[in-house]
């Protein structure tokens, strides 16, 4: 008999849910601290079915993306320009290692002592913080491409901006893809962030003020929301990755 | 050293040193047009700088390089050159026909006449099955066949090859061998040939040249009189072949040491 | 010697024309302040002991953060390793709790615990599980499978097995997760305090802008990146270099 492989994952995570659902009705659980799964699911159907949900979660997502289109045009601009130059890495390296770890969230006071708390300060704390996982997969992209590569390119004699496109910038793709894919992750967090930050449209808010008014099916409403949005960004990227990176597959 | 009034390549007391340690001293030979030139040494010997050199992607230290009348400055598209490691001397992501594009591309060729010259390529090389495939799934042989095709692309005037077929197996070699003899004789175009492998170089040489290393002189010159066209099996055993092969293992030895 | 003062050029530059810009009156006080002043806030918050306390605070829970989520990997992940039939069953109801950021349960916890070591300590050790998770997973499945016969075959009970076969087979690849981890726990540990929990160095940073200090907020927040630096560097003398040049950020 052929069993279903995922019918027993299936089966498990249905089995949590059932007995958190009995411990919450029974009130062996609080429900004020753990609703049960049918309240959170009911709730998340009514945000859904009004049209609640919409406008909070497109603000969300609208932050995101547009903090990290702007971030990783210009990591993957300046990761070029340093990667290219051994000079502009020796000068700019120590100042790139000494950003990298530092939170991006750290800068929030700084952007409210600039930009108040408005837009322009959310977008600047995100763009800050998604900007270095592609800025240095760029220029780690940049300044390994095979030298053989350029030597090829010297040989056919192509021009700078022939070298940039078809040889330069394909060379980084894995990199920057992969530096893109963990700027994405850093910039929904960061949404969240400013969001709670700021008092402003969007899930993350949602969630704060279920928690001020002790709302918890709403709470974990949100939280599931944006738990399936990490999700589908994250695939989302594996899924362009795979189709632009096709060729890699066939490596033995 | 013969002199003729066609050669298209001529080296005159070319000396290669790096940060002050001799690589290449005292080169000085032509290359006639259409020509097969052979250059066969010990490894270290300085060959993969010669023909580097005479791609234009390093400068000799003293000494005077002339191509078709001119001196040698940098690289051009009417010399193409072929590398040893094929693995990184192709684009792994574009297809076959792609990489054989990219010549055409950096020549400006548009469509769709880029296309059909692909396609007469591929069909050339015998590549036509895989116009579509990766570089990554093919075999050693045919990546280099590949590379062969796009520096065919350029239709150059002198076509560099720097151990070709060095890192493949007996069988492919032999292949290749008979098929960029083929080719050459084709297009009359001016080879000059790096490999370790004297027999290989005397197969397919018009000449050889043997260089020592410490630092790489030319220990020998010779002319490969065995006519064209010629077959693995019977010129490996023919007088002259032996002959030449005796002449200059002699001097590879005496080279190495 | 050269590259230490080539990379040394931006960041003084940076300084010094800070220092002078603001002394001529170019950049607001009030938005920007100025490199000495920041130098005499920070020596004011050592002295009188503010910084040294958020520092230690901020530090312990990312410290406690990490801890749990070190065990609690490690044992779930060597777990999972070991059982290929619990990782299908158990693994997908784990992983659906994966692409939830961090952040988002700060509400929850705040719900759960009020404000304080514990909220914090939550977020961390939730967003440094992964990392740990995910390497010993994957460490353990890669443990040579003559290895476990042994251990069966001398007939170990699970602790004993555990400490003397598997953990040390598999140190080498979980020191990696346990790294990131770290480097994360810190980034989550401020995190929480700018959003809402009134400790550490990040609130420490909050209160500074609200109060009008910019100097000790800069003081700090500079003090945090040299923190975030330095336990870096730590981590790449002890351990080598992490083959992600696009920094231990959310883990992929």
């Known amino acids: 008999m052929k069993r279903l492989p995922w019918l027993g994952a299936a089966l498990f995570a249905a089995g949590l849910l059932v007995l958190w659902q009995v411990l919450a009705d029974r009130q062996f659980i609080s429900q004020v601290f753990f609703p049960s799964p049918s309240r959170t699911l009911s709730e998340l159907y009514r945000q859904l079915a009004s049209g609640q949900l919409w406008k909070p979660l497109e603000a969300t ?3 995101m993306f547009y903090g990290w289109a702007l971030a990783s045009l210009a990591g993957v601009v300046l990761g070029a ?4 130059s051994r000079t502009a890495r020796d000068y700019l390296e120590p100042t790139l290692e000494f950003m990298r770890p530092l939170p991006a969230s750290a800068v929030i006071p700084a952007a409210i002592l600039f930009f108040g708390l408005s837009n322009s300060m959310t977008v600047a704390v995100i763009a800050f913080g998604a900007v270095w996982p592609v800025l240095l997969a760029s220029v780690h992209g940049f300044a390994s491409v095979e030298r053989q590569l350029m030597e090829v390119a010297a040989a056919l004699r192509l021009s700078r901006a022939q070298l940039f496109l078809k040889i330069a910038a394909p060379s980084a793709l894995p990199d920057i893809l992969a530096g893109a894919r963990v700027s994405l992750a850093i910039a929904l967090i960061l949404a969240v962030v400013t969001e709670m930050q700021a008092s402003q449209t969007g899930l993350g808010q949602n969630i704060l003020l279920a928690q001020r008014s002790f709302r918890s099916p709403e709470l974990y409403a949100g939280v599931v929301t944006l738990g399936i949005m990490g999700f589908a960004i994250n695939q989302a990227i594996v899924v362009l990755e795979r189709r632009l990176l096709r060729w890699r597959g066939s490596h033995e | 050293m013969r002199e003729s009034p066609a050669a298209v390549l001529s080296l005159e007391k070319v000396r290669v040193a790096f940060g002050g340690r001799p690589v290449l001293s005292d080169i000085s030979f032509e290359v006639a047009a259409g020509e097969f030139l052979c250059v066969v040494g010990p490894s270290g010997c300085g060959k993969t700088t010669l023909i580097r050199m005479l791609a234009g992607l390093l400068a000799p230290t003293a000494g005077s390089i002339v191509f078709g009348g001119r001196p040698l400055a940098g690289t051009s598209r009417d010399r193409a050159i072929i590398f040893q490691d094929y693995t990184k001397a192709l684009l792994p992501w574009r297809t076959v026909a792609g990489n054989i594009a990219l010549s055409l591309e950096a020549g400006g060729i548009a469509e769709p006449e880029r296309g059909r010259r692909v396609e007469a390529l591929l069909a050339k090389m015998q590549l036509a099955h895989a116009a579509v495939q990766y570089p990554g799934q093919l075999s050693g042989g045919m990546q280099q066949r590949v590379q062969i095709a796009r520096c065919l692309a350029q239709q150059p005037k002198l076509l560099l090859m720097d151990e070709p077929f060095g890192a493949l197996d007996a069988i492919t070699r032999q292949t290749l061998q008979d098929e960029i003899a083929r080719l050459v004789a084709e297009e009359r175009t001016t080879v000059v040939f790096i490999t370790h492998d004297l027999e290989e170089a005397i197969y397919l040489g018009d000449r050889v040249i043997v260089l020592q290393s410490n630092p790489g002189r030319i220990a020998e010159m010779i002319a490969v009189k065995i006519p064209r066209p010629r077959s693995q099996l019977e010129t490996r055993e023919d007088r002259r072949f032996l002959e030449h092969r005796h002449r200059l293992f002699g001097l590879l030895q005496d080279a190495e040491g | ?34 490199p000495s002043d920041i130098v005499l806030a920070f020596a004011a918050g050592v002295s ?21 989520a070190a065990v609690a990997g490690i044992l779930v992940g060597v777990i999972l390793g070991l059982s290929p039939f619990l990782e299908r069953t158990v693994g997908p109801s784990i992983e659906a709790l994966r692409p939830v950021p961090a952040i988002a349960l700060t509400p929850l916890t705040l719900l759960l615990f009020g404000f304080g070591l514990r909220m914090e300590a939550a977020v961390v050790a939730f967003a440094c599980v992964w990392p740990v998770l995910i390497v010993t997973v994957a460490a353990v499945r890669g443990i040579e499978p003559r290895l476990l016969e042994v251990a069966q075959a001398l007939e170990l009970a699970f602790p004993a097995r555990l400490r003397k076969i598997i953990l040390p087979a598999a140190l ?14 810190l980034i ?7 959003v809402m929990n009134p400790r550490g160095l990040g609130y420490g940073m909050i209160i500074a802008q609200q109060s009008l200090q910019p100097a000790l907020m800069y003081a700090q927040l500079l003090w945090l990146g040299l923190l975030g630096w330095g336990l870096n560097a730590l981590l790449t003398r002890a351990f080598g270099q992490w083959h992600g040049a696009f920094g231990p950020g959310v883990s992929p």
């Open chain 1, 61 to 63: 997502a609208f932050r």
């Open chain 3, 48 to 68: 009188d002991g503010s910084i040294p306390l958020a520092t230690w605070l901020t530090a312990q829970a990312a410290l406690v953060g990490f801890a749990i």
């Open chain 3, 1 to 34: 010697m050269k590259r230490i003062l080539r990379g040394a050029v931006l960041p003084v530059l940076v300084f010094a024309l800070w220092e002078a810009g603001s002394r001529a009156g170019l950049l607001p006080m009030d938005t920007f302040s100025r």
């Open chain 1, 81 to 84: 320009a340093i990667g290219f």
């Open chain 3, 188 to 194: 989550v540990a401020v995190t929480v305090e700018i």
């Open chain 3, 172 to 185: 080498g690849r979980i020191v990696v997760g346990l790294r990131v981890a770290v480097s994360i726990s």
